[in-house]
């Protein structure tokens, strides 16, 4: 052990210098200490004599490494367990995304079937949930994100006014920031900026903790006691959000068009009474009616796509965190997509 333990070529080269032997026997009774690098050697030098057909004698190892190499022949080696996956062709690999496709597809729509039933039973006061999750949900939707909502919305004002600001100066039509601020954030920006913040915050920690109850088996539990998972924690979720969502861009337009006041009365010298009378003079009822609603749409598409990602985690830790990514991006898709329709939709309608 002190000088390292002699190679399994030292033996190949013997048994490839001459006439094959008879046998191969290992003497090694008296040895008093030892580690697995001695089991490697052992190893080794029985598949050498397997190869060529010599039979290996190993009643002359310590009795410690023959107990360990009779435990690991007890269980051979699967065959194919190292081999390597053989190579798809492309058209496989479609195939196997179109599948996956197919799946998710079903998976999608099964959930929303789930949904809609708790819905209906909702509607029929006969779904099984608790208000105090309820009003902790409305709680974490609504005044817990008020924060980073204003801070957000008046960000995306200042820039809105500023980028405006400086193409309507040389025209002399700096007035006019007003009608481009009110305009983009009450139609646009404020529904939009409001849904992604909460995709991002809320949608993910819907997200994380249903994956978390689904890894330690608190869904299988409830739906074992004869409790509905869909209405007993994804109902106050999706409701939760609908009833805020609304209440969040209605703030988020009021300081969104305090931050283009910022630049208004700040860099452009207006009034700040002049700005404000402008954005009330350009903007109706259907700019305001048209955002709250694609903001309570955006909700939903946010608590559906937080609930589903939290259903379909893994049985690991780390598909928590998985479960939560995928949320987010899911949610924000659907609403980038949900934006293209509104607009398409309110240019057909003529509002």
């Not at 009608?179 to 404020?190: H, K, P, T």
């Not at 739906?223 to 861009?249: D, H, K, N, Q, Y």
């Amino acid at each position: 052990m002190g000088h390292g333990m002699p190679s399994v070529a030292i033996v190949e080269r013997e048994l490839n210098g001459g006439p094959p032997p008879r046998r191969v026997v290992v003497r090694a009774r008296d040895l008093r200490e030892w580690d697995s690098s001695l089991l490697i050697l052992v190893a080794g030098i029985d598949e050498l004599c397997q190869q060529r057909g010599i039979p290996a004698e190993r009643s002359g190892l310590p009795e410690g490494v023959s107990r360990l190499i009779g435990l690991a022949e007890t269980v051979p080696e699967t065959t194919d367990a190292r081999a390597q996956p053989a190579p798809q062709s492309w058209l496989a690999r479609v195939g196997i995304a179109a599948i996956g496709l197919s799946d998710a597809a079903g998976s999608f729509l099964e959930f929303l079937g789930q949904l809609t039933t708790a819905f209906v039973n909702l509607l029929r006061s006969r779904a099984r949930y608790r208000t105090t999750d309820l009003f902790e949900a409305i709680q974490q939707c609504g005044a817990d994100a008020l924060g980073i909502v204003s801070l957000i919305s008046y960000l995306v004002g200042i820039i809105l006014a500023f980028m405006g600001a400086v193409q309507l100066q040389q025209f002399g039509a700096a007035l006019y920031v007003a009608d481009l601020v009110g305009i983009g954030i009450v139609r646009e920006m404020g529904a939009m900026m409001t849904a992604i913040i909460m995709a991002g915050r809320t949608g993910a920690a819907f997200a994380a903790r249903l994956g978390t109850m689904k890894v330690t088996q608190e869904i299988d539990a409830l739906a074992t006691m004869g409790i509905s998972p869909m209405e007993f924690l994804v109902l106050p979720r999706v409701i939760a959000l609908v009833l805020m969502m609304p209440l969040l861009c209605l703030y988020s337009d009021l300081v969104g068009i305090l931050g283009g006041a910022t630049i208004g009365v700040g860099m452009l010298g207006l009034s700040f009474s002049t700005y404000l009378h402008e954005t009330v003079r350009t903007l109706s009822f259907g700019d305001l009616a048209g955002g709250l609603f694609k903001a309570t749409v955006y909700g939903i598409l946010i608590a559906y796509a937080g609930c589903l990602r939290g259903f379909q985690c893994g049985d690991s830790s780390s598909a928590v965190g998985d479960a939560a990514t995928a949320a987010v991006v899911t949610a924000i898709v659907m609403i980038v997509g949900a934006c293209g329709l509104f607009a398409l939709l309110f240019h057909v309608l003529g509002i």
